[in-house]
T-cell receptor, first 111, second 111 residues
């Protein structure tokens, strides 16, 4: 499968725990984006990488969120001290340069 | 930042009829406008896009039109089929390539 992949697909965690998600973009894509989608809404931009450089972060990305893209390949998104409001679908997309293709998402449920 | 408004929020059509979804954007610097189809529990799927140097683009039963002066763009689906039923999102690209999405249109094609 040469599309964008994400792992895990589902994550249930207790409030206060840390979680980490992984995204593997399409191999030739230099640009990688993270979005968050809640039920009934469109995806909301979180952060953007070009190769290994994180070039933009949304104000939605609080200090509890951190993202990395070592070596410009896969990316990870970590949420520390999860809160119930973090429950959402976390989507990753890659592009080169315009068309963004999304992964299947990681559905996070914070109990 | 960019703001994208999408109408209508729900749309029901008879099979074989046409469907039109409209969006407006706020940032005149936006230069790329994709449309995504999202079925329940699945990833957003890019179905068509248009760049700001083009006024119209067509792909089989799907077309998109762009009016840069009015900052409007629209999705047109002709000869609708039940499998077209889904949520459709418009989006506008700005700044470093991140997308701002509309709030979505739930399209139902009645057999």
């Amino acid at each position: 499968d040469t599309g964008v992949s994400q792992d895990p697909r589902h994550k249930i965690t207790k409030r206060g725990q840390n979680v980490t998600f992984r995204c593997d973009p399409i191999s030739e894509h230099n640009r990688l984006y993270w979005y968050r989608q809640t039920l009934g809404q469109g995806p909301e931009f979180l952060t953007y990488f070009q190769n290994e450089a994180q070039l933009e972060k949304s104000r939605l990305l609080s200090d509890r969120f951190s993202a990395e893209r070592p070596k410009g390949s896969f990316s990870t998104l970590e949420i520390q001290r999860t809160e119930q409001g973090d429950s959402a679908m976390y989507l990753c997309a890659s592009s080169e340069p315009y068309e963004q293709y999304f992964g299947p998402g990681t559905r996070l449920t914070v109990t | 930042g960019e703001n994208v408004e999408q109408h209508p929020s729900t749309l029901s059509v008879q099979e074989g009829d046409s469907a039109v979804i409209k969006c407006t954007y706020s940032d005149s610097a936006s230069n790329y406008f994709p449309w995504y189809k999202q079925e329940l529990g699945k990833r957003p799927q890019l179905i068509i896009d248009i760049r700001s140097n083009v006024g119209e683009k067509k792909d089989q039963r799907i077309a998109v039109t762009l009016n840069k002066t009015a900052k409007h763009f629209s999705l047109h689906i002709t000869e609708t089929q039940p499998e077209d039923s889904a949520v459709y999102f418009c989006a506008a690209r700005w700044a470093l390539g991140q997308l701002t999405f509309g709030s979505g249109t739930q399209l139902t094609v009645l057999p």
